[in-house]
């Protein structure tokens, strides 16, 4: 079994990580494998015969497995020491296009950093995870892969009762969070905090030009990410700081789904009570969770006024970035290939109407190009009235459609098919998963056959609680 193992995060000092292999389980099995991934990381593996390496009971050649540790904003309150409580990171491997990557396993046992957690995953987050965190590459938004997904044979304990646990080979620009600059600055360990940010910036943001430019160009990645997550009608969920890359890759997937029917303040973790991560308020958080960064960064700087100065405009900055990157993705969602101020009532006025026409997010903006939006509405009034405006705007563009087709996804990982497709996987079934997976490779190809996926769920369907997804 060979892979090229080189790993640079294990070569930062030791206060950075615990080293800790997985821990073996009982029967390993081998239930998807990422052929596509594997071959653009540049692995050449007989898959067949890894379960043992996916489930955590034997390590590859040249892997040097560690925790991380970080720190982290859990819905707003500051958690000192978090940290890889059921994940170890192999090693990084570098791609044959130049790009280190990260191969880490989540779900592979107890950790330090564990607290009462058991370490485990159950299969449903992991295929869950596997299934949305690749819709997503496919419908081109940065985010962490998913190489493979394995059962161990032991049962785990949930509130679902006992599950089989799953362990998610998890591939990843790097896994350096918001969190992991907070726990070396809650700690006033400026020299670790040093040797984080070199580290950080060499591997992410070389051209970076000090902190500031550096948290510049955080902020970019993370506007424009949260704008395109925004475009989709996906809602993270989680958004603590912990669950924030710096790399400007989606990470983590809980509690995460696809909107259905339009409505700005949808919340999908049942332990969101207060909204805090409701789908229109992802812009505002971000702002937040860069403000933190900012923050972690200060004393990086030799002078600490002048530093918080220069921040607080780059972070007073940054909600200018995410609404210029949501004009331009909600523009070109309508066939405006460079939307502008002018054009925002024009976007507005559409989601108004869909919001109060209950209409479906993904399908209405896909029906735009076919010309049949109107059937989307309760009041299919309420669209004629704004279909005249729109298309007398599209006739100054040059390729609307093509533009919107590019835009507007066909078909979506819906929270009620992933649900079904949990049930079933419980149930030794991965028919579901399997066609998840090949119809949300290409979910901007209109495909036969597959109709029921789009469909959005009837009341019955819906699925009203989604925990941790733990
Ligand atoms: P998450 O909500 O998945 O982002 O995790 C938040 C923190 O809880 C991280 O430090 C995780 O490592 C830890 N954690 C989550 N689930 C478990 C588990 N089953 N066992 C141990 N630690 C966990
Ligand atoms: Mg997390």
Redesign the pocket.
């Known amino acids: 079994m060979m892979i090229k193992f080189d790993n640079s995060y294990a070569r930062l000092p030791e206060g950075f990580y615990t080293r800790i292999a997985p821990r073996a389980v009982a029967a390993p099995a081998l239930l998807a494998f990422n052929t596509g991934l594997a071959e653009e990381l540049g692995l050449s593996l007989d898959y067949a015969a890894m379960a043992p390496v996916f489930a955590g009971s034997e390590l590859p050649d040249g892997a040097e497995p560690i925790a991380q540790v970080?720190a982290?904003h859990?819905f707003g309150g500051f958690s000192p020491q978090?940290?890889?409580?059921?994940?170890v990171l192999l090693g990084e491997v570098i791609d044959p296009a130049g790009h280190r990557r990260d191969i880490q396993l989540k779900?592979s046992g107890?950790?330090p950093?564990?607290?009462?957690?058991?370490?485990?995953?159950w299969l449903g987050p992991v295929l869950r995870e596997y299934v949305v965190s690749e819709a997503m590459h496919a419908l081109g938004v940065p985010t962490t892969r998913a190489l493979a997904a394995a059962l161990t044979g032991e049962p785990i304990y949930r509130q679902e009762g006992a599950v089989p646990g799953a362990v998610l080979t998890r591939v990843a620009s790097s896994h350096i969070r918001v969190g992991t600059f907070q726990y070396f600055a809650a700690r006033r360990d400026v020299e670790a905090l040093h040797a984080l940010y070199d580290y950080t910036a060499a591997r992410h943001y070389p051209d970076a030009n000090g902190p500031a430019d550096f948290l510049r160009a955080v902020c970019a990645a993370q506007a424009e990410l949260v704008a395109h997550w925004m475009s989709l009608g996906f809602i993270h969920g989680?958004m603590?700081t912990?669950?924030t890359a710096l790399s400007g890759e989606t990470i983590?997937y809980?509690p995460c789904a696809f909107m259905d029917v339009y409505h700005p303040v949808t919340v999908f973790s049942s332990i969101d009570a207060q909204g805090r991560y409701a789908y229109d308020n992802q812009a505002h958080v971000i702002v937040w969770n860069m403000a933190q960064l900012a923050t972690s960064l200060v004393p990086l700087m030799p002078d600490r006024d002048a530093a918080i100065e220069e921040f607080t405009a780059i972070i007073h900055a940054m909600p200018a970035l995410v609404d210029a990157a949501w004009l331009r993705r909600m523009g070109a969602k309508i066939g405006l290939k460079e939307a502008t101020e002018a054009d925002k009532p024009l976007i507005e006025g559409l989601l108004e109407r869909m919001q109060a026409g209950r209409a479906d997010f993904t399908n209405t903006f896909r029906a735009l190009t076919e010309g049949a939006a109107r059937d989307q509405f309760l009041d299919p009034a309420a669209f004629d009235q704004w279909e005249p405006e729109w298309r007398a705007r599209i006739e100054r563009e040059a390729d609307p459609s093509a533009l919107m087709q590019a835009s507007n996804p066909w078909v979506i990982p819906r929270n009620h098919r992933i649900e079904e497709m949990i049930l079933a996987a419980r149930e030794g079934d991965f028919a579901p998963f399997e066609r998840l997976l090949s119809v949300l490779s290409k979910p901007f190809e209109a495909q036969p056959g597959v109709e029921d996926l789009r469909r959005p769920p009837e009341p019955s369907e819906v699925v009203q609680q989604t925990f941790?997804?733990?």
């Open positions: 970080y982290g859990q978090l940290g890889d409580g059921r994940a779900g107890p950790t950093y564990s607290r009462n957690g058991d370490g485990r995953a989680v603590n912990d669950n983590d809980g941790c997804g733990t």
